[in-house]
């Protein structure tokens, strides 16, 4: 015997199995299809574009991959500016970059731990 389930939209019972509300036409998603999604989704950041953000926008292309290192990187080169007059500035971008780099792959790595431990 066939199961219903609950539109998300107005609270209908719905068939199990059927792709569509009859009472107001909303698309119904089946329980398992749900679980199923959770797992399977992993949103990983990319690398490559974390570093041409932190590479091209510095510290605020940092925001990406890392809320805190762009914080940091911003007092830092703030520091930077202020010691040596401006001169210091061209050090604050490829130290971005690398920052960049590292933060969006230990993130990633985390996120793959996470998935594989919820499998
Ligand atoms: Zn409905």
Redesign the pocket.
């Known amino acids: 015997m066939a199961q219903n389930i609950m ?6 019972s ?1 068939p199990e199995g059927s792709q569509f ?6 698309q ?1 998603i089946a329980p398992q299809t749900i679980v199923k999604e959770k797992v399977v989704v992993a949103d990983t950041k990319s690398v490559l574009l974390a570093v041409i953000l932190a590479s091209t926008f510095g510290p605020l292309g940092l925001l990406y991959c890392s809320i805190l290192g762009a914080i940091i990187m911003f007092v830092f080169s703030l520091v930077i500016f202020i010691i040596t007059f401006g001169y210091g500035g061209f050090l604050v971008w490829p130290l971005c970059s690398i920052w960049a780099f590292f933060a969006t792959r230990s993130y990633n790595q985390k996120l793959y731990r996470k998935a594989q431990a919820s499998v």
């Open positions: 539109c998300p939209q107005c609270g209908a719905v509300c009859k009472a107001c036409g909303a119904v």
